[in-house]
């Protein structure tokens, strides 16, 4: 089983140590072993946590839910309704997210329509555009 050191895992994953050192005072990375020399010991699976941990930051999910979510895997079976639950919700967040970047992207679509309008008026030595123009423009694409 290959074994990786702190460096070697900051490195990787490009992370501070003191962000893996975090991780694991909040108990989201356990089983956390130590060599002779009291270095850390991270493992494969310990790479697969913090791609998991990455993911739902991302996400929005907080230390707190993620601890929740990794102490209730520890005993799935009894905990699976709040494993769905947590995760649902978490979903639910996210698909929220979409809708709102997918508006704040058809925002920028049009604003970098507009000022190339705008440029194009500059150069052809025309009046500037108006911004309804280019906006009513897009919605009638849509």
């Known amino acids: 089983m290959k074994t990786y050191s702190i460096q070697e895992i900051s490195n990787l994953l490009s992370l501070p140590s003191s962000t893996l050192r975090y991780y694991e005072s909040e108990g989201l990375l356990i ?49 699976i309704d709040e494993i769905i639950s947590l995760l649902e919700n978490q979903e639910q967040c996210v698909y929220e997210q979409l809708t709102h970047l997918k508006e704040d992207f058809l925002h920028i679509q049009r604003k970098v329509k507009y000022y190339k309008a705008v440029k194009n008026s500059f ?10 123009e280019c906006e009513n423009g897009e919605n009638q694409r849509r």
């Open 31 to 79: 089983n956390v072993q130590r060599n002779a020399s009291g270095q850390r010991i991270y493992t494969e699976e310990h790479i697969e946590r913090i791609n998991c941990i990455h993911c739902f930051k991302r996400t929005g999910m907080t230390i707190a839910q993620l601890r929740s979510l990794f102490q209730y895997e520890e005993n799935e079976a009894e905990h």
């Open 123 to 132: 150069e052809q030595g025309m009046p500037r555009p108006d911004w309804t």
